[in-house]
């Protein structure tokens, strides 16, 4: 899927998680927790495909990556006490520098769009958690986010490596469509009138 196809997919999970929130394990109360769950659901739509150069975060991602990698490296061959001062004051640098260094070392479309990476993102975001407060509907909603993306491309012609790394088979959906094409444009459309359906149901609109 292209970057908007994500986007609206990732909009109506968020979407319909908030709808049926009474049926899941998040509690999401008011305006302002509904508009972040939304947009923390929608950058996890884009997550997998950060490690394509060429894709949305991807441009950012890279550039970040190498120049913190460099930064810690040098930080730690010139000034090791105070790399190691610093590292026990703040433990999420390192996993935020494992996460992109991973990012920058993986082919597109392997293990960031198979059920592992989901269940590395639930236990990276356990992790980060215990040294700042993130509430369980922003984990849940990134989380989310990625699952949809994966969902999204496992609709299309190419499909997702669901089990890699135990297989690189790639599994798609068998009414599938090629990234970029009228179809998918359809089913962007079909998605932005099912976000409309559930908003309006929702606030009792309709």
Aim: aromatic share 14%; charged share 10%; proline share 4%.
């Amino acid at each position: 899927m292209m970057a908007s196809g994500h986007q609206a997919m990732g909009l109506t999970w968020g979407v319909a998680a908030i709808t049926f929130s009474h049926l899941l394990p998040i509690e999401i109360i008011g305006i302002n927790e509904t508009i972040l769950f939304i947009i923390i659901v929608m950058i996890g739509a884009l997550l997998p495909d950060m490690d394509s150069k060429s894709s949305k975060l991807g441009r950012y991602a890279y550039p970040i990556a190498i120049s913190v990698t460099a930064l810690a490296g040098a930080l730690y061959i010139w000034q090791p006490e105070q790399f190691w001062t610093f590292i026990d004051e703040e433990m999420t640098f390192v996993l935020a520098t494992i996460v992109l260094v991973f990012f920058i070392l993986s082919s597109h479309r392997t293990w960031t769009h198979s059920l592992l990476f989901i269940a590395l993102m639930t236990v990276y975001l356990s992790l980060v958690s215990t040294w700042f407060v993130i509430p369980d509907y922003l984990q849940y909603g990134l989380v989310l986010g990625v699952a949809s993306h994966i969902f999204g491309d496992f609709l299309t012609k190419r499909g997702v490596p669901l089990l890699h790394p135990i297989t690189k088979r790639n599994f798609r959906f068998p009414l599938s469509f090629r990234t970029g094409s009228s179809a998918e444009r359809i089913v962007v459309v079909a998605l932005i009138v099912i976000n409309v359906w559930l908003i309006s149901s929702r606030n009792g609109w309709i």
